[in-house]
Structures are given as structure tokens and as C-alpha cells.
């Protein structure tokens, strides 16, 4: 094969150790291989040589510390050590500009990094997201500069990451990857390296183009659905319908080649890609004179729903007859989803931004969040226990369904909290018999749509 070594294990460079590159490049070391992390954040570098994860993914940490002691996994700030390796994964953040349109900056710094110490007989693979063509018409240029020509020279391909935090150790190491290469010999190695040293299948598209718009086509899909979940959550709403009932029984209808999918509704959407990729693609397609609805809508309704879940608990207050100026709210879960405690774009801040509006006394707690974060985010420290978070609360918000939320019984909130005090249901998602539990201990509970 042309762009792998015959001979041994390839050796792997990571270029970008954010959250994509360090589960990648800790996930490869510990099936058995070198690789090497680079990242031009030197204090982000600092920190991983430490031992040190702030990205918490679970057994992230462990996986970076197990990879570090073994000497498979180095992080560096250079990438002097690029033409010892023989497969590259660029894996740099891929913004939005102010009208949506890809920022492919931090990309193209890569690549210009790269180019001169690249040597033939390489693999490079672009596994960011980016609007169809990039690895063509972007990167591939940008790493012919000195003189090896992609496809020729060295394979070059996109590989969409697909990964869910939350799960991406587990994901990286089940989900099949997307192969589209600039040519088949590109193709070819990159399936070769994932099926054999991630032990994953491939599913190998026509090229490059193709592999970047399945991860738009996904990522699009996955927020218009939960648009249309979060608007099936209003409409059960104003029927006195639960959702949950009737997403559970949708989804048992055979539809194409599975199920009816609808996802469930929440708080909102955050994250670092939900918000942003859909508007790439409909930046990329509106560039080319397309215009795609169903991208503005879904974005408008999800960007809604932390101010329709917030006066949806102060309206609940108020039937309490607790008036929600002054009212203590403990606010469980700040990350965008369950068991992450990634912050970016998180729901939770609109969420709590409307309720200290409605003068609202919140009280944060989020044990895999860094309290750091959650103080430049939310202008507040965060409680160090659940228990001081939810001490004498008149309402608890839980916006993620993290494992130790999950463990909260009914009597645990009634013991900490104020009689009656309202549960409030972004993402917890109680069952019919939790739910009876709650009343049960003199509690109230709302939900979205429920
Ligand atoms: N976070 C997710 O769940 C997820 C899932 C699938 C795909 N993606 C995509 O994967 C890509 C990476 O996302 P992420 O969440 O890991 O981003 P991130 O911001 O966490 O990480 C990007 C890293 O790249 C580094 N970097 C920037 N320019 C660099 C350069 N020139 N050289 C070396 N390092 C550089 C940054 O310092 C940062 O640490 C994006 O395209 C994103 O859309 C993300």
C-alpha cells in the first residue's frame, strides 16, 4: 500500500489536541501505537504533559495519563517530529464566521505548518468539519506547496469525526469511519489504518466532497429533529399530552430503512457543533445560491427553548404562589448535554440569564464542569456540592441528566429542599413512576412537554 508502512505500525501525529484530537490520539496510543499531540496552545500543552485533562470526556483523563506513562503518546507544541510519522489527523477547531461561513483559519495554519515537513509516502487525513471542497480546494493546495502532490506523493482524505461527547471514548473505538480521499489510493490507506490499528469499520464514499457533507448532512439532521422533538414538546403541551408517550410510540413505526427517530426535547441545544454546522451548511449552500430552510427553522426553535423552559418554571412558580422574585432556584447540569462537562454554547446560560431576569437567586452546580469556566461563563461561583446547591431551594432545574443526577431520589430533594418545591425537567427526563415518587414526597414537577 502506498501511503502506509509495509513493515510496522504506523506512527500517528495529531495536529490540534482540543477535544476531537486528544480522544483520538489517547484512544490510538492505547491500541498499541505512537502517536504524537501537537497543539500550538502552549498552556494547553503544558497541561496535558502534565497529566492534566480539562476536557471531560469520562476516562479521558485516565486514557491521556495511561498513554503518557507508557511513552506511545507525547504532546508537543512543534511540529518538528512531522516527517518521523507516517499518518497525520488534523484535528484543529473549524469555526463559523459572523454570516456562518466556514473560518477555515486555524486549518489553513495547520497545513501551512505542516507542508514543509511533510515527506512522501504519507497519510494525511482531515477529520475537522468543514463545507464540501475544503480538503480539495483548501488543503490540498496548501500542502503542495513544497513540492509533494496530494494523491501522488502523499494519500490525502476526509474522515467526518462523528463522535458524541459524553461517549466519544467508547464511539471512537465502534463507530464506522467515513472514508473520502482526494483518489482511491488515498482511500485505500486510510481504510486500511482504521480497520486495522482503530479496529473500526469504514464506510468508503465517492471522495473527499462526499465525506464532508455526510458530517453536515448529520449534524442538520440531528438539530431538525430535535427542533421538531422540541416542537412536538409545546404541541403535547397545550393538549395536556406527555411527549415522552408519545415520542416512545412514534418511534416504533418502520420508516425507510429503521425506525420513526424522533429525539427527545430539551432545555435547548449547545455544544460545539449543533449550533455551528448547519449554518455552514446553509452559508455553503446559500453561497451557491441555495437557500435551506429547514436550517433557519430548526436554529430558531432550538435557540428558543431556554426562554420557553424558563418561563415555563416561573410560570410554575407562580401557580405555587411563590413569587419568583426572590425565589432560590438550584440549577443542576451547566453543560450543554448529560454527562459532559463541556460548556460551550450551553443552553443553561440563556436558561439562567431569563431566570435572574425574572429575579431569580440561582444557585450552579455541575461536578463535570471546571468551576472555572462555569464563573467566566455564568459571572457566579458554583456550588461545591449538590447538597449546597439545593439547600432551602424553592425550585431545582436539572438541564443534564448526568449519572449523579440520575442517582438523585425523590427523598434526597425533599430532604434538601423547601416543601413543594417544583422540579423542573430539562433533560433528566424522570419516568412516569419517578414522577409519582416526586408528588409522593410533597414535590411539584414540570418538564418539557410533559
Ligand atoms: N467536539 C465535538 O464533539 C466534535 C465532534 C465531531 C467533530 N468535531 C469537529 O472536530 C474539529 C475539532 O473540534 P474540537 O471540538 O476538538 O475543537 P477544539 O477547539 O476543542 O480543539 C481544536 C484544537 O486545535 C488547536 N489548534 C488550533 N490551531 C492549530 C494549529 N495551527 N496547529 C495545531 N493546533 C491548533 C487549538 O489550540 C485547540 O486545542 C472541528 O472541526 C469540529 O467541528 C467536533
Not at 429542599?417 to 414522577?435: K, M, N, Q, S
Request: proline share 5%; glycine share 10%.
Amino acid at each position: 500500500m502506498r501511503f502506509l508502512p509495509h513493515d510496522r505500525d504506523p506512527s500517528v501525529l495529531v495536529v490540534g489536541a482540543g477535544y476531537v484530537g486528544l480522544c483520538l490520539a489517547a484512544v490510538l496510543a492505547q491500541r498499541g501505537l505512537r502517536v504524537i499531540a501537537a497543539d500550538v496552545d502552549r498552556a494547553h500543552v503544558e497541561r496535558l504533559r502534565a497529566g492534566r485533562c480539562t476536557i471531560a470526556e469520562p476516562g479521558l483523563e485516565e486514557l491521556l495519563r495511561d498513554g503518557l506513562a507508557s511513552g506511545r503518546l507525547t504532546v508537543t507544541a512543534d511540529l518538528s517530529a512531522a516527517s518521523d510519522c507516517d499518518v497525520v489527523l488534523l484535528t484543529t477547531g473549524t469555526p463559523v464566521d459572523a454570516e456562518g461561513r466556514l473560518d477555515p483559519s486555524q486549518l489553513e495554519a495547520a497545513c501551512r505548518d505542516l507542508a514543509p515537513r511533510l515527506r512522501a509516502g504519507q497519510l494525511v487525513v482531515v477529520k475537522c468539519t468543514v463545507s464540501p471542497g475544503t480538503t480539495r480546494t483548501v488543503v490540498a493546495p496548501l500542502l503542495a506547496g513544497h513540492g509533494l502532490e496530494p494523491g501522488t506523493d502523499i494519500g490525502l482524505v476526509h474522515c467526518p469525526e462523528r463522535l458524541a461527547e459524553g461517549q466519544a471514548l467508547d464511539q471512537l473505538r465502534e463507530l464506522a469511519v467515513v472514508v473520502g480521499g482526494v483518489n482511491a489510493e488515498s482511500a485505500e490507506a486510510a481504510t486500511a489504518f482504521w480497520e486495522r490499528h482503530l479496529g473500526v469499520p469504514v464506510h468508503p464514499v465517492k471522495d473527499a466532497d462526499v465525506a464532508e457533507a455526510v458530517k453536515l448532512a448529520s449534524n442538520w439532521w440531528i438539530d431538525h429533529n430535535i427542533a421538531m422533538a422540541n416542537e412536538l414538546a409545546l404541541f403535547c403541551d397545550a393538549f395536556g399530552i406527555d411527549v415522552m408517550d408519545v415520542v416512545t410510540a412514534a418511534n416504533t413505526l418502520p420508516k425507510g430503512a429503521g425506525r420513526m427517530n424522533v429525539l427527545l426535547p430539551s432545555v435547548g441545544v449547545g455544544g460545539s457543533c449543533l449550533p455551528k454546522d448547519p449554518v455552514m451548511a446553509a452559508r455553503a449552500a446559500a453561497d451557491r445560491g441555495v437557500e435551506l430552510r429547514t436550517v433557519a427553522t430548526g436554529r430558531a426553535v432550538n435557540d428558543a427553548m431556554p426562554g420557553h423552559a424558563a418561563r415555563n418554571l416561573v410560570d410554575g412558580l407562580h401557580k405555587l404562589g411563590t413569587d419568583p422574585a426572590g425565589a432560590t432556584v438550584a440549577v443542576l447540569g451547566l453543560a450543554f448535554k448529560s454527562d459532559t462537562g463541556d460548556l460551550r454554547e450551553t443552553p443553561v446560560a440563556p436558561f439562567v440569564e431569563h431566570l435572574r431576569n425574572a429575579g431569580c437567586t440561582i444557585r450552579l452546580h455541575d461536578g463535570l464542569a471546571e468551576p472555572d469556566r462555569v464563573r467566566a461563563l455564568f459571572g457566579q461561583d458554583p456550588e461545591p456540592t449538590i447538597a449546597a446547591a439545593l439547600a432551602g431551594a424553592d425550585a431545582v432545574a436539572i438541564l443534564a441528566g448526568h449519572r449523579e443526577y440520575r442517582e438523585l431520589t425523590a427523598a434526597d430533594l425533599r430532604a434538601a429542599t423547601r416543601a413543594g418545591c417544583l422540579v423542573f425537567d430539562g433533560r433528566r427526563y424522570f419516568t412516569r413512576d419517578e414522577i409519582s415518587d416526586l408528588h409522593a414526597h410533597d414535590l411539584q414537577y414540570r418538564g418539557i412537554g410533559r
